[in-house]
């Protein structure tokens, strides 16, 4: 069986959410009296992946003892702290050796409240021969996400980052799955930003998952009041594991 290891991005500011993460982070914020950051455990955990890095930069203590607390419930949970932020590929380059001894890495943008069953999608992700899987979704803002076209074969063959005339709407979810060599690749990079700088050197090698469910950014106040009022029917009324 193939051991795949993940990645949460959650070292953002949130500024947008504040005054909410002047005192609270942004992975951390309550959806419906929850941490964000508990529902993508849950989504992991149905995943069977138990190993997770989480970035840390703002208001990094309450990070921690999440983290503490994970791992008292036998997750295999690390830290990267970031004393200034690194940007989403520089996260991967300070910590090229996460997935040396895996066969997959997962990237997730934590920030993000979804339904996406992260199983399927790493079942997808394994069954083609491609280095790189994204999450897909239908926008309605497509300016102001990464915009991928795909073939009949679910190949990427055009990715642009925040396009001022974008072509579509199929957009980058902010979930990834790559190989671990093609993981070592991106670390070598020694890029700032995976929408910007890395992702468009993997178009023609990488795939696309459609994903129809809820997936919904967070950082914003009306995004936020609307991840609460789904977050129950969603999700019921489960409580963290």
């Not at 990079?189 to 995976?194: G, P, Q, R, S, W």
């Not at 910007?196 to 995004?223: A, C, Q």
């Amino acid at each position: 069986m193939s051991r795949v290891k993940a990645i949460l991005l959650a070292g953002g500011l949130g500024t947008r959410l504040r005054p909410i993460t002047d005192t609270i982070t942004k992975c951390l914020v309550p959806v419906a009296g929850r941490p964000l950051l508990d529902y993508w455990f849950e989504a992991l955990q149905r995943a069977g992946i138990r190993d997770v890095l989480i970035n840390t930069h703002h208001l990094p203590d309450q990070v921690r003892e999440y983290i503490s607390q994970k791992n008292q419930a036998g997750w295999n949970v690390q830290e990267a702290w970031e004393p200034e932020l690194l940007g989403s590929a520089g996260t991967i380059r300070a910590n090229r050796a996460w997935c040396d001894d895996a066969d997959h890495c997962l990237i997730i943008y934590a920030d993000n409240l979804s339904t996406v069953d992260l199983g399927q999608f790493m079942e997808f992700h394994q069954s083609h021969s491609d280095p790189f899987t994204m999450l897909l979704f239908q926008t309605p803002n497509p300016t102001a996400c990464g915009i991928a076209t795909v073939d009949e074969q679910q190949r990427i063959i055009q990715f642009v980052e925040k396009p001022k005339q974008p072509t579509g709407n199929l957009a980058n979810g902010g979930v990834y799955a790559w190989t671990a060599d093609a993981y070592r690749e991106i670390a070598d990079c020694n890029a700032f930003d995976l929408g910007f700088d890395v992702l468009p050197r993997f178009v023609g090698r990488m795939k696309g998952w459609p994903f129809s469910g809820y997936h919904l950014d967070i950082g914003t106040h009306e995004n936020l009041a609307k991840a609460n009022g789904d977050a129950v029917r969603l999700f019921g009324e489960s409580k963290p594991e």
